[in-house]
């Protein structure tokens, strides 16, 4: 019986090595910062810049929804879900071309759109070529997972 509890805690410390070990070689994430949102700039297909984050539009949850770009004296809608942050360089990058994002419907600050309903989402979503939901919250997830 010693012997049976000897072996069991010897393999429960193995694993515990072998996942220090793991955990290790994994770079630790600074939290993301608000400020380190705002003001970034927003960059599409090409590295073309196209604007600069204004403003952020947050789920009940408290989550990043919209990022809201400045272009030109309009105001863009830019769902989080379309967009890779690069947090060290301060930059969101859209998978889209040119065209496409002239073609997405602008608004000022006077009027903000209703971002909470079925219709706008769904409106955004397919400016960029995406379904509400779709896309990046699995990537996502699996970043947050992996820090």
Same mark, same amino acid.
């Given at each position: 019986m010693l012997k049976s509890q000897?072996?069991?805690?010897?393999?429960?410390?193995? $694993?515990l090595a072998a996942v220090s070990v793991a955990l290790a070689? /994994?770079? =630790?994430k600074a939290p993301v910062r608000g400020k380190g949102v705002m003001g970034a700039k927003v960059t599409i297909?090409?590295?073309t810049q196209v604007g600069v984050v204004e403003?952020?539009?947050?789920?009940d949850e408290g989550v990043i929804d919209y990022l809201i770009v400045s272009r030109d004296?309009?105001?863009?809608? $830019?769902?989080?879900?379309?967009?890779?942050f690069d947090?060290? /360089?301060? =930059?969101?990058?859209?998978?889209?071309t040119k065209e496409q994002f002239e073609k997405i419907p602008t608004y000022t600050a006077e009027k903000y759109p209703a971002f909470?309903?079925?219709?706008?989402r769904t409106a955004v979503y397919k400016a960029y070529g995406m379904k509400p939901g779709q896309a990046r919250r699995l990537e996502r997830r699996l970043e947050r997972r992996d820090r």
């Open positions: 000897f072996v069991r805690a010897a393999c429960a410390a193995l $694993v070689d /994994k770079p =630790v297909k090409g590295g403003d952020v539009v947050l789920t004296g309009k105001l863009v809608t $830019v769902p989080w879900d379309a967009a890779k947090h060290g /360089k301060r =930059v969101a990058t859209i998978e889209i909470d309903t079925t219709e706008y």
